[in-house]
């Protein structure tokens, strides 16, 4: 399994940026696709974002797509997430997670970071 710690979150305007960092741990993460999920509180938690673990594909949901980019270094074992043009909609605790390729289910999901909140102001 992969373990992971995210970081970067924070306090932001509408229309800025922020980067989000996903520290991995584990000699297999390069056996992992992983991905980004969101929530907000009294909401179920969202699929955000996906990359292969080659990174050659990824995959995104509708209400990012053309905002946010997810990356990774197989040789420094981290993920990111950059988000721009961000929206008081996108406030919400961002996780990092070793995902299935092909489901946006985060049941699917075996282990959770702690995640990192975002907060975007009007």
């Known amino acids: 399994q992969v373990q992971v710690v995210e970081s970067g979150g924070g306090l932001v305007q509408a229309g800025g940026s922020l980067r989000l960092s996903c520290a991995a741990s584990?000699?297999?993460?390069?056996?992992?696709?992983m991905g980004w999920f969101r929530q907000t509180p009294g909401r179920e938690r969202e699929f955000v974002a996906a990359?292969?673990?080659?990174?050659?594909?990824?995959v995104y949901s509708n209400s990012v797509k053309g905002r946010f980019t997810i990356s990774r270094d197989n040789a420094g074992i981290m993920v990111y997430l950059q988000m721009s043009s961000l929206k008081p909609e996108d406030t919400a605790v961002y996780y990092c997670a070793a995902v299935t390729w092909g489901t946006t289910d985060p049941g699917s999901v075996d282990v959770w970071g702690q995640g990192t909140q975002v907060t975007v102001s009007s």
């Open positions: 990359i292969t673990r080659s990174g050659g594909s990824t």
């Open positions: 584990g000699r297999t993460f390069n056996n992992y696709d």
